[in-house]
Each structure stands twice: as C-alpha cells, then as structure tokens.
C-alpha cells in the first residue's frame, strides 16, 4: 500500500507570492491534516479535513487555506508568503477521525526569499 | 508557553549506553503519542498510551504514561545508531481530536 504522498518536496518562493502543495493519502484514509513544523515552533496543527469537510482548525492567520477532493486529496494554500512562512509542511492520513493514528509524509519544504 | 516540554533539548550519547527522554505538561491528557522523524521524512508513530501509570515495550524501547496522565517518559536500552532522529511526544486532550506535539529531544547515538 502506497503511503502519503506530498508534491512537491521542495519549493522556492518570494515574499508575497502565493503557493499551493497537494497531500495524496494513503487509499481509503479519508481524514488528511497539516502542520507546520519549524526550529523554533516545533510542529504546529493547520487545520484536518474529513470527507470534504474542514472538521478542526489550528490558531493561523486566514492565508493559510485548504481543501480536500472527494478522492481524498487535499490541497492546502497560502497566500501573500512572508518569510516566517518558510518551514517544513507536512500531511498526515488517517481512516477516520477520534485520536488517530497517523501517517505522515515526507513533507515539502518551502523556502520564503 | 508551551503545552508539552520535553527534555532534554538536544542528547547525544554512545552506541551502547542507555537513555531516557521526558514529556512533561501541567495538564491532563486523554491519550499521549511518541513519534521519531528522521532526517528528510515525516514522523512515524512509535506508540500511543492512554492508561494512566501504563508502561509499554517496544523491543529495546520502553515507553510510560505517568500516574495522572499529565507526562510520559522513553527509555531506551543499549542505544543504537538507528535510533537517532527527533523524538516527539504528542497528546490529545479530552472533547477534542487535535494532536499538540511537545518540543521535541533531537538524539545523536555516535558509532
């Protein structure tokens, strides 16, 4: 079974730009979240998805946005990048939602110039 | 301030010797999670505790859930260079299903 997948893995943005990265979970995980994981915050929760739904929400400014498709996929966007944004973002899957096991993946890493 | 505080920060130790990281907070958890990422991937669900005083093993890997469920600890025997990477605890408080991850203990086990 494949496992989450995140597109890409590295990215180089300027500040104010936009950008999105996309989260594939594991097959039949319908819950998908993001966290933001920096030196000196640690690993922060965004925000989880569930069947299309945005079920929980993290303490980020509204630039920080997501979706998920009825395929499960799920795309998350920030717009207006400053440089504090820059960090590594990473995905998660579950099969459903309560205290979860998670699966992460790789994380893509965003470079704000 | 931080919910979760793990200590210590950064451990680097020899291949061999034992160790134990903390997760400590001032608050009560429904259940806590440990988590190793390594360099370059995401974290990987070690164990999840949810009985208060619980201990539980993972090969060389012991892991406990304190009394009032309020901190945990891992302990490590005869430690090995696979076992380097960040260490993260992560709980789950009761009427909500966020993860909130500790600071994490970086560990180096040199050759």
């Known amino acids: 079974k494949a496992g989450v997948t995140q597109t890409p893995r590295y990215l180089i943005k300027t500040r104010g730009q936009q950008v999105t990265l996309s989260c594939s979970p594991i097959?039949?995980?319908?819950?998908v979240s993001w966290y933001q994981q920096t030196p000196g915050q640690g690993l922060q929760f965004l925000f989880e998805?569930?069947?299309?739904?945005?079920?929980n929400k993290g303490n980020f400014p509204g630039r920080f946005s997501g979706r998920q498709f009825s395929n499960s996929r799920s795309e998350m966007n920030v717009s207006t990048l400053e440089l504090g944004d820059s960090a590594l973002y990473l995905c998660a899957s579950s099969l459903t939602g309560g205290p979860k096991i998670q699966y992460f993946g790789a994380g893509t890493r965003l470079s704000v110039l | 301030t931080q919910l979760l505080e793990q200590s210590p920060q950064f451990l680097s130790i020899q291949e061999g010797e034992n160790l134990t990281v903390y997760c400590n907070s001032s608050?009560?958890?429904?259940?806590l999670q440990w988590y190793r990422q390594e360099p370059g991937e995401g974290p990987v669900l070690l164990v999840t505790v949810v009985t208060g005083g619980e201990v539980k093993k993972l090969k060389r890997l012991t892991f406990q859930f304190g009394d009032a469920r309020k901190d945990s600890s891992l302990h490590i025997t005869a430690a090995q260079t696979g076992d380097t990477g960040l260490y993260l605890c992560?709980?789950?408080?009761?009427?909500?299903?966020?993860?909130?991850f500790g600071t994490g203990t970086r560990l180096t086990i040199i050759p």
């Open positions: 608050s009560v958890f429904s259940s």
């Open positions: 992560a709980v789950v408080g009761f009427g909500n299903e966020k993860l909130t």
């Open positions: 998805y569930f069947s299309e739904t945005q079920r």
């Open positions: 097959s039949g995980h319908r819950s």
